[in-house]
């Protein structure tokens, strides 16, 4: 198997679910429960990324964010966690040492096809080890 070629879409999660700015904490917290995830991207109208919002960011928030909008619970700064779906594995590895996940764009992060954690890459490791 060689890793450096396996195509992140065999890796990634979809669909991908994510928040509005406006959505409150809540939501963002009602999602992470159902969908089992830890990190929603928050999608801008005409479907721009502009941040993430966490679980960690949710559980570190000192006041009540049950009403709190997304917008100010989000981590800025979202572009150095995105990548194309032809990044070298490699690539995505040295992301993954510097954050939980990566998220998948091909058109320099307008659309989030799929997001990338480095428990995705441990499950596919495991499950095609030689």
Known sequence: MSVDRTPL???AVTP???VSPGDTGRRAEALMSRFNVDQLPVIEPGDRL???VTWQ???LERRD???VEVSDLVSKH????VCRGDTPLGEVFDLLVDHDFVL???????????IVTINDVARYLY????
């Open 16 to 18: 991908v679910h994510f």
């Open 78 to 81: 979202p572009a150095e966690r």
């Open 9 to 11: 879409t065999s890796l």
């Open 65 to 67: 964010w049950g009403e």
């Open 127 to 130: 499950n095609n080890a030689d």
């Open 50 to 52: 502009c941040g993430v």
């Open 104 to 114: 998948i764009s091909d058109d320099e992060g307008h659309t989030v096809t799929a």
């Open 57 to 59: 960011r949710l559980s």
